[in-house]
């Protein structure tokens, strides 16, 4: 997503605005920041620990911090974008002293997949080579509630809990919590070529298993 | 669908899966997104696919986010007013 400069200068205004009332001790800043950050920070420390509570026990590592960091913040990035570094390190700190393999290190698996199987479209012999064989199914025909059932919102969140972690994490931050793409590859430390690689494969898994229940 | 000559000199279908989140992420030089949506316009089968992908990524971000657990939030709680008496 491209944020504009009136955006971007809005942006930095909230965090300049939120940072001055932390440092205030103003209580109901906290509430509001650990409220909205919650599921991006549990989202990237979930990427490198064991389990839910271990994710957990992380957040709450790293808003100490935060907390103790507060004054050297200068507003060079989005507050949520530095306070998920301080997540990802914390998070792989522990990581590496439970001897536990980094994701994010390697892509190869990722990188190897195909986004929609081979057999859907025409081979090098065939008339339009690299061609549909058959077109995918518009969702615009479908009735709206179809769509929107639970069971198709059930069946998208499986999807995304199967994914492979570093796809999971990466789809997990950009479209169910809503980070931009600069701030996910920053926080987890790939490049914004390589976070783009993972969110595809992971929108292409969950489109191909929406596919098969929407076209089933 | 593009004919002979298009995919010649453009993208075939099977690329244009591959690039749709360059696409959609704004990510192309000003010359492949050119050859992009040239294809998209001459050929339903790619726009339908975009299109999903575009649909795949609205469903996911109406999905619920974890919430902060009580005991957490209390914890935190605690951890702030202990560091605002500081």
Partial sequence: MVIGPAAGERAAEEDAVLVARLRGREERAFEEATSTFYPAMFAVARAYVRSGSDAEEVVQDAWLGVLKGLERFEGRSRLRTWVLQIVANIARDRAVREARSLPFSSLEDDAGEPAVEPERFRGPDEPYPGGWRSFPTDWATLPEERLLARETLDLVRRAIDELPLAQRTVITLRDVVGCAADEVSEALGVSEGNQRVLLHRARARVRARLERHLDG | ?86
Avoid at chain 2, 34 to 41: G, V
Avoid at chain 2, 52 to 81: G, H, M, N
């Fill in chain 2, 1 to 86: 669908m593009a004919d002979g000559r298009h995919i010649e000199q453009g993208y075939a279908c099977a690329e244009v899966v591959e690039l749709a989140s360059e696409y959609l992420e704004g990510a192309m030089t000003p010359e492949q997104r050119t050859r992009f949506e040239l294809h998209l316009n001459l050929c339903d089968g790619c726009s339908t696919f975009l299109e999903q992908v575009r649909e795949t990524a609205a469903l996911a971000s109406s999905l619920s986010v974890e919430e902060i657990p009580d005991d957490v939030r209390a914890k935190l709680l605690a951890a702030f007013r202990d560091w605002a008496r500081e």
